[in-house]
Structure formats: structure tokens, C-alpha cells
């Protein structure tokens, strides 16, 4: 556990409309995550930062966008949400020790786009 | 491309057993190996992570071993227990897709179902 929440846990929108999901970290990790978790696609990588405004695209990053001005908070936005965006949503963070690293990952946030 | 392969996808063994997951990847130039635990409607909680220049690691009742030459890891989980019904995944950090900024790469899991 890395001190990792995800807000909102639910979220039921309508196509078409903006959605924000926010991560927050309370461990100081330099490096965030959005991954998506599918039905016979496993995990996803959306977006990642390496840092305070800076970001960088995953596998399956069309029509989503990040954002990070603290190191705490890594935010993804869905600009018009489509259906095939209907997914759970999971944040993680990277901990770095000596020569090793281990990814940790919030609870998750369900979202549903009708 | 990096791909992952976690066989089989689900698997239902009584109490007690020994059992074997495995995960294999198509590109051997990694920097570790990952195994999770998911449980339903939760997040994934790590179980144990595997260097490159090693061959195993342990962690109670699980032990996961690494043939990064060939491309394979198992988790072995002895005397399974109920409270081990879970799903599984194995996920590798890839030094030719993305490993460098931590990106992992992930399985679709194995649903391990442990029945009294």
C-alpha cells in the first residue's frame, strides 16, 4: 500500500460529457500511472508522468488527457466520453529502493459511460 | 512488441493442493518480472517481484522463479488455502517498451479458485 486513492470510486456518465478521475499519492513517488482493466485485455497503460508536468502517452491513450501540477495529484480526463471508454480505471505509482522498484496501485474507479 | 501470456485462464483445485501458474513474454530483454493478486472489485496488491539477474523469489507460500532466457515464470503456491482465491497476474517491466520510465506490461490473469 503506497498511500493511493482514487476519486470517485463510481462514476455512471453520459456520452458526450467530460469526466475527471484524480489520483492522489501520499508517498512522494516521482513516477504516476493510468491504467485501464478490460475483459479479455488485462491492464492497459493510458498515460504516465515521470515528473511535475511531464507526461507521456501509453498503449491506449486516444481520448484521454493528464495532467500533473503536484507531485500528489496525477489527473485523467475523459474530454467527451464514449462508451467504449466504460471501464475500471486503476492509478499506480512507482517506489524506487537501491537497484529495484515495485508498482503499486490504488483501488480502482469503476466508470460507467451510458 | 512485448506480449504476455498467463495459461490457464482460470483454474479450480480443492484445498490443499499445490498448484502452478505460469506466465510467459515474448521478448526477453526485461528488467524484472511481476506477480499480483487481485482480488473482485479491488486493486491489485503486489506479491513479489523478481530482478532480471535472479532466478527466484519467495514469499511465504509462494514462490516465483524467472527463465528470462526463455521467456517463462511460474508461481507456485503450496498448500492452497481458500483465502488464496483470487486472480493472479503477472506483469513484466520491458527494457524495449517503455521499461525505462517503470511501464509495465501485463497478462490477463489466471482466476484461481480454491475450494473447500
Known amino acids: 500500500d503506497a498511500g493511493i486513492t482514487q476519486s470517485p470510486r463510481h462514476k455512471v456518465t453520459e456520452t458526450g460529457t467530460p469526466v475527471t478521475l484524480r489520483c492522489h499519492q501520499t508517498?512522494?513517488?516521482?513516477?504516476m500511472y493510468w491504467y485501464r482493466q478490460d475483459p479479455g485485455h488485462g491492464l492497459r497503460l493510458i498515460h504516465y508522468?515521470?515528473?511535475?508536468?511531464?507526461?507521456d502517452k501509453g498503449e491506449v491513450s486516444d481520448g484521454y488527457s493528464v495532467s500533473r501540477s503536484k507531485t500528489e495529484d496525477f489527473l485523467l480526463t475523459l474530454e467527451s466520453a464514449t462508451s467504449s471508454q466504460t471501464s475500471v480505471y486503476f492509478c499506480a505509482t512507482l517506489y524506487q529502493r537501491d537497484s529495484t522498484d515495485t508498482q503499486y496501485f490504488g483501488p480502482g474507479t469503476r466508470l460507467t459511460v451510458l | 512488441k512485448q506480449e504476455v501470456t498467463q495459461i490457464p485462464a482460470a483454474l479450480s483445485v480443492p484445498e490443499g493442493e499445490n498448484l502452478v501458474l505460469n506466465c510467459s513474454f515474448t521478448d526477453s530483454a526485461i528488467y524484472n518480472l511481476q506477480w499480483f493478486r487481485q482480488d473482485p472489485g479491488k486493486g491489485l496488491t503486489s506479491l513479489l517481484l523478481?530482478?532480471?539477474?535472479?532466478r527466484e523469489q519467495t514469499s511465504g507460500r509462494l514462490n516465483a522463479s524467472l527463465d528470462k532466457s526463455s521467456g517463462r515464470s511460474t508461481l507456485y503456491i503450496a498448500a492452497s488455502q481458500p483465502g488464496d482465491s483470487a486472480t493472479y497476474l503477472c506483469a513484466v517491466r520491458s527494457m524495449n517498451y517503455g521499461g525505462s520510465q517503470g511501464n509495465l506490461i501485463f497478462g490477463k490473469g489466471t482466476k484461481l479458485s480454491v475450494k473447500p
Open positions: 508517498e512522494n513517488h516521482r513516477y
Open positions: 508522468s515521470y515528473g511535475v508536468k511531464d507526461t
Open positions: 523478481i530482478q532480471s539477474s535472479q
